[in-house]
């Protein structure tokens, strides 16, 4: 699993350097994108999501504000805190995203047997909420 995950990581490095984007800061972006909560995201449940350290998360936020991906503003009742929230420049940026891997990947998952696809997904998914529900 070790060995498939960094093989996985490393290409989808490949796939998202002309976006400018690291895997990390694309799992971040991917977040704020596809789990908005009304009031925005903190820091610090941003870092708890992604399993990211908070100080790595504020350097990719200053580098999502300067892209106009984001909006950050200060917390209502935490002065010390801030809020994120991704505005529809970052769904369009994920769109193309997806758009411009979307025919590698298709060539990736090709080379599985197309009878266990299904299969495979959904263990995939059993794993993915096993590992969220039983964090270390």
């Known amino acids: 699993l070790s060995i498939v995950s960094k093989l996985f990581n490393t290409r ?9 984007l690291t895997p990390s800061q694309f799992s971040i972006l991917h977040h ?14 941003i ?11 504020t350097k990719t936020m200053a580098k999502f504000q300067n892209m106009g991906l984001i909006d950050i503003e ?20 994920i769109g193309t995203i ?8 298709f060539t990736v998952f090709q080379s599985l047997d197309g009878s ?4 495979f997904a959904s263990q995939l998914k059993t794993l993915g909420q096993w590992l969220d529900k039983n964090r270390l």
């Open 47 to 57: 870092s708890a999501a992604v399993e990211v350290e908070q100080p790595a998360v």
């Open 74 to 93: 200060a917390h209502p009742s935490d002065k010390r805190s801030k809020l994120v929230r991704a505005r529809p420049e970052a769904d369009k940026l």
């Open 12 to 20: 989808m490095g490949v796939l998202l350097a002309p976006h400018d």
């Open 32 to 45: 704020l994108t596809r789990q908005r909560l009304e009031g925005g995201h903190s820091i610090s449940q």
């Open 116 to 119: 266990y696809i299904e299969t």
């Open 98 to 105: 997806y758009k411009d891997m979307g025919p590698d990947l």
